[in-house]
């Protein structure tokens, strides 16, 4: 076989590969139709979730950034079937820090209000858009990404899918600074001193 056989021949491997691997992007499959731990008595109980009937009370109105979920913790019946959801609050002026999922996209759709959202790419490129109720924004899967309710009168409503029943959440801010890291290697990965670390650390230890 000559090489640029041999390499032609790589190259088509390594792509059937990443083509399986985008058809298995989501949670392994499971071979049962649902999956129920042991001793749950399975009715259409279990397949039901009423967390969220918080949201019909009227005039709920928090006065912080709220995030209702419905994953596999809160709704085991999700356990295998690859999807999962959020109801998302923000009160006038307030954010949902930046932050990934590791394990899926997240698909954004705004009922009520006005959010700027955006991620950053891993070549660092932001991408940002305004939302009207009514609009869907997608956040790729594992990137960085934030919502800001920037107006200082209305609050903003929006609901979130995602493509794993355990999505996951990674919120970079604590995950640095209210974590146990040594405050030297905070110190030299902000290009800071040990001082500023701490004062950043303080804000966490409430
Ligand atoms: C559920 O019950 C089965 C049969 O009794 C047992 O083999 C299995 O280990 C149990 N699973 C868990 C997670 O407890
Ligand atoms: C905030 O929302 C109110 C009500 O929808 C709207 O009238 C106002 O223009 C908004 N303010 C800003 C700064 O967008
Ligand atoms: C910081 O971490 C502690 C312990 O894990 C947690 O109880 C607390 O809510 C966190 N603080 C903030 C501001 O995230």
């Known amino acids: 076989m000559s090489s640029s056989t041999t390499s032609k021949m790589l190259t088509l491997i390594i792509s059937a590969f990443a083509i ?13 139709d649902f999956i129920a731990p042991n001793g749950t008595q399975v009715d259409g109980n279990f397949f039901t979730y ?10 709920i109105q928090p006065s912080f950034f709220v995030a209702l979920k419905a994953s596999k913790k809160e709704f ?7 999807v999962s959801y959020a109801a998302l609050m923000y009160p006038p002026g307030t954010i949902n820090p930046p932050h990934t999922h590791p394990r ?6 705004l009922v ?3 959010l700027n959202v955006g991620f950053v790419d891993t070549t660092n490129k932001l991408f940002t858009q305004t939302l009207q109720p009514g609009d869907m924004f997608v956040f790729p899967k594992g990137l960085v990404h934030f919502q800001f309710n920037s107006n200082t009168t209305k609050s903003a409503l929006a609901f979130s899918a995602f493509g794993s029943a355990n999505a996951g959440t990674i919120s970079i801010a604590s995950t640095l600074f209210n974590s146990t890291i040594d405050d030297n290697v905070l110190a030299l990965a902000f290009k800071t001193d040990v001082a500023t670390v701490q004062t950043l650390k303080k804000g966490f230890s409430s």
Not at 20 to 32: E, H, K, N, R, S
Not at 50 to 59: D, E, M, Q, S
Not at 76 to 82: I, N, R, V
């Open 50 to 59: 009423t967390g969220f009937r918080a949201l019909t009370v009227p005039n």
């Open 20 to 32: 399986v691997q985008i058809t298995l992007a989501g949670d392994p499959d499971i071979l049962t």
């Open 104 to 109: 899926s996209a997240e698909l954004l759709f």
């Open 112 to 114: 009520k209000g006005s």
């Open 76 to 82: 085991p019946a999700l356990d295998g079937q690859s």
